[in-house]
Structures are given as structure tokens and as C-alpha cells.
């Protein structure tokens, strides 16, 4: 199981997930999000041992401009939830970065849409409400590809991350669900999670 956990804060959550081994740890530059982290929290970044950690820049069609100023050097991934093509996907590759790219899903024609984006190292389902914490659908979950580039996000917890596992996901994304306050994760419901993860993998 891979576990990615989204909307962190660059001076309160990085060493707890870095420790707890969470594969992926995202970064919103999203000015909309509560979970928006500024610029100037980049050098923070870069100044932490990431030991077998990846940092995902999460992004809505990110320019070249603020890629290069931005995320070279810092960022492994850079996560696109925005209109990008299969073409600007390759431009961004060529940077020198591994894709995310999230696709949103309403209806079960909206998963074939992966198909476009068979370039991206990775592909994320989630649902359509943008930093809005809305549960994917269950009837759907069974109509996502199998496979260790397919991930799934959508109010995603310890209470059901063994039935969701069953059903054939190993790749979840989680946010909100590790929150108390909006904006701020919960380093207890953090830990209780990874210590779940761990069991079921045991």
C-alpha cells in the first residue's frame, strides 16, 4: 500500500511524516485552498532530509515560470488537478519531474478519461469537489484500473481503508479526513492511520 497525505504544513507535519515513512507528502499552491502554503515555505522544504520520502507540488495549471522559480530542486512530483494535456504533461517531464495527474470522477465515463494520460506517472481519482471533502463513490471504486499507478482520494480514513483495499486500490490520498480544523492535520489521527495501514499490511 503507497499512502500519500495532502494539504501539509511545511513547519508542523514534514518530520512526523517523514518519520512515519508516508510515501508522498503534498503541497497545495492553490491561493483558493485554506491549505495553501506560501512561497517563502519552499526553503523551508528544502532544508529536510526526505530519507524515502517523495514531496508532490500540488498545482492547477502551473506555468513554466513558476515551475522553475518555484519547484526545481525541491519538489519530485508536481501533482496537476487543472485543463493540462498529455502534451503539457510531457513538457513538464522534460523538467526534470514525475506527474500526477487527477482526474475527476461524477459518473463512470469520467474514469476513462485516464486513457488520455497514460504519460503520467501516476494517476489520481478524486472527486470533484476541490478541496471539498465529498466521498468517492462506492459504486465506482470497482470500475478504477488495478495497479500501482492508480490512486484513489475521497474521504478516505482508517475505518475504511480495509474495505476500500479489498475492493483492489493499494494507492490512497488522504486530507481532510486528517483534520480536526480545516487547514490543520491531526498528528494523532495521522499516526492512528499510518498504525493501520501498518496492521493491515501485517
Sequence with gaps: ??????????????????????????????????????????????????KNSAFVAVTVNPSDEFIKKNLMGTFDYIQLHGSETKERINEIKNMGFSIIKTIKVKHAQDIQKFREFENADVILFDTPGMEKSMEF???????????????????ISENNIENIGKLGVNFFDLSSSLENQLGYKDHYKIKSFIKKINEIKN
Design 1 to 50: 500500500m503507497k499512502i500519500k497525505i495532502c494539504g501539509l504544513n511545511p513547519t508542523r507535519d514534514v518530520q512526523l511524516c517523514i518519520d512515519l515513512r508516508v510515501n508522498y507528502l503534498g503541497f497545495v499552491f492553490y491561493e483558493k485552498s485554506p491549505r495553501n502554503i506560501n512561497t517563502s515555505d519552499i526553503k523551508l522544504l528544502s532544508t529536510y532530509d526526505k
Design 137 to 155: 463513490p462506492k459504486n465506482l471504486i470497482t470500475k478504477i484500473p488495478i495497479g500501482a499507478k492508480y490512486a484513489l482520494a475521497g474521504s
